[in-house]
């Protein structure tokens, strides 16, 4: 089968159409014949040599794809040869085929195309283990996201929208703003312009964030905990500004509050399932009734895999990009 492979960290040039032995399902799993595969950041730096896969697991990139069950391995039960999925993935998905545990399998929504299905599972799963069952976001509550454009922004909004949350986000142009109150946000903050402690703080009547979910890291580290509401909840789950800050406990204490960082990637099958089965059940219906959608910027060809981490890494786009295949 084809794939990308990665043959030396490095830019997009690093990723290479290869042909690569096809895998076969080992108990528990399924193949999949992959339609589409989402491209995430994790992707960019597992190709610069940052993010290597868990042991054990595929050095193709790709945590997420769509496409049709290809074959059964020994003890699935539930699923049939030809049913079209998409799946949750720890490596693999930028290819024609890839082996999935069936605890990571999941049917495609209710009115969602093939191809746009591969742009859910990352996103709908980190969104939904951070911000409701590590976070516990309640109705009434204040939400913040940062980067609320990106693919996990873009489902943040959406999911914390229905379930009764006062969603704020920010994002760098008015374009980008836009398109985050299309999707529901309330407070929009252009974080080139404002600084989003003093609007947000404005726009709750001193009140603060009851939840932030961060991809920033570091650089927003002070600035997030100071903007918690008492008893607020900060999830850290990117260090796209950096992996070392200073925190004042001080300010955390007077708070109450609680500072979490988590990864999806490396978690235990076990781990994922659950992850999965709640999304199965939470998420999913709200897909099949139009309450969420996927937000799909682009489609490239699997060849121009490197073309589609460009325009990743260009910052431009809303929501997801995906990668075709076939």
Known sequence: MQAITIP????????????VETPRPREGEVLVRVVAAGVNRADSMQRQGFYPPPKGESEVPGLEVSGTVAELGDGVEGWSVGDEVCALLAGGGY???????????????????????????????????????????????????????????????QLAKAVGATVATTAGSA?????CRDLGADVLVNYREE???ERVRGATDGHGADVVLDVVGAKYLGRNVDLLATNGRLVVIGLMGGRTGELDLGALLAKRG????????????????????????HVWPLVAD???????????????????????????????ILLTVG
């Open 8 to 19: 030396e960290p490095g830019g997009p040039e690093a990723l290479v159409l290869s042909d």
């Open 95 to 157: 290819a024609e085929h890839v082996r999935v545990p069936v605890g990571q399998l999941l049917p495609v929504p209710a009115g969602v195309p093939l191809v746009d299905a591969a742009g859910l599972p990352e996103v709908a799963c980190t969104v939904w283990s951070n911000v409701f069952l590590t976070a516990n976001l309640q109705p009434g509550e204040v939400f913040l996201v940062h980067g609320g454009s990106s693919g996990i922004g873009t489902m943040a909004i």
């Open 175 to 179: 374009a980008k703003l836009d398109a």
């Open 195 to 197: 600084d989003f402690v």
């Open 258 to 281: 609680a500072v979490v960082a988590t990864s999806l990637r490396s978690r235990p099958a076990a781990e994922k399932a659950a992850i999965v089965a709640a999304v199965r059940e």
């Open 290 to 320: 139009g309450v969420v959608r996927p937000v799909v910027q682009s489609r490239h060809p699997l060849a121009d895999a490197a073309e589609a981490h460009r325009e990743m890494e260009a910052s431009g786009h809303v929501g997801k």
